[in-house]
């Protein structure tokens, strides 16, 4: 029963230390963009009527419900984007946890499990961060990006990460890829963000399971890319984001 309990607190904080990190990743979607200043830092705003948002407004997810999915001030209708973002990071912060239990029932803390806990945390930030940010506006941003890269090849020194030299034959197979079918399609078919995501990709993977996750993103993305085309009643010119 201690253990049931302490793993119960444990994955609710983090889901609520999630929810807070998701809300924080819309606010940098929004200001990376739009090179607002004070990325991070500043009061938050509506997008819309550009009114100071007050503390109960910006409460991860339960502002949404109790506002009913509307702005306070100019009940202009809040994206689904933002409790989406809150509930998939508060939800990886909690699964999370069940791959790397840090923390026993005695309290004691796992110093290298805490360490990997932190670092898929870390990347979670940077993907779910690149996956809504790239879904918006059709692009990545390499201030998020390219330290993320350089944190993962840093993080090949620690236990259960690929190895520097997996990592660097993961990161040139979907460079190399990506790369090639730039080049053939003079960037068409596929955009020069998706390079940094693949080197991502790689250092955080490995050769070997970059391999399986290329496939499967190409398996995954053509069939949302149909109904894509299905919906926009069209099959050539349709962008969708990788």
């Given at each position: 029963k201690s253990t049931m309990s302490i793993t119960i607190i444990a994955i609710a904080s983090l889901c609520i230390l999630g929810a807070a990190t998701g809300s924080f990743i819309s606010v940098l979607i929004y200001r990376l963009h739009h090179g607002?200043?004070?990325?991070?830092?500043?009061?938050?705003?509506?997008?819309?009527?550009?009114?100071?948002?007050?503390?109960?407004?910006?409460?991860?997810?339960?502002?949404?419900?109790?506002?009913?999915?509307?702005?306070?001030y100019c009940s202009k209708e809040i994206s689904y984007m933002y409790p989406l973002l809150e509930l998939v990071t508060a939800a990886l912060f909690g699964i999370f946890f069940l791959k790397f239990p840090f923390v026993n029932e005695l309290l004691h803390f796992d110093g290298t499990l805490l360490v990997q806990y932190a670092l898929y945390a870390f990347f979670t930030f940077i993907l779910v961060f690149t996956f809504f940010?790239?879904?918006?506006?059709?692009?990545?941003?390499?201030?998020?990006?390219?330290?993320?890269?350089?944190?993962?090849?840093?993080?090949?020194?620690?236990?259960?990460?690929?190895?520097?030299?997996?990592?660097?034959?993961?990161?040139?197979?979907?460079?190399?890829?990506?790369?090639?079918?730039?080049?053939?399609?003079?960037?068409?078919?596929i955009g020069a963000g998706d390079l940094r995501i693949g080197a991502l990709m790689g250092i955080m993977l490995g050769w070997q399971l970059t391999i399986v996750a290329l496939m499967l993103s190409y398996i995954v993305g053509s069939v949302i890319s149909i109904f894509i085309a299905l919906k926009k009643h069209k099959f050539y010119g349709v962008q969708v984001p990788f």
């Open positions: 607002k200043p004070g990325i991070l830092s500043g009061r938050s705003r509506c997008p819309d009527c550009d009114t100071q948002l007050q503390t109960k407004d910006l409460i991860p997810l339960v502002s949404f419900i109790a506002l009913r999915g509307k702005c306070r940010f790239d879904l918006r506006y059709h692009h990545v941003a390499d201030e998020i990006l390219l330290p993320a890269i350089l944190v993962g090849l840093v993080a090949t020194l620690i236990p259960g990460q690929p190895n520097l030299v997996d990592a660097l034959l993961g990161m040139i197979i979907p460079v190399g890829f990506f790369g090639l079918q730039l080049l053939i399609s003079k960037g068409k078919w």
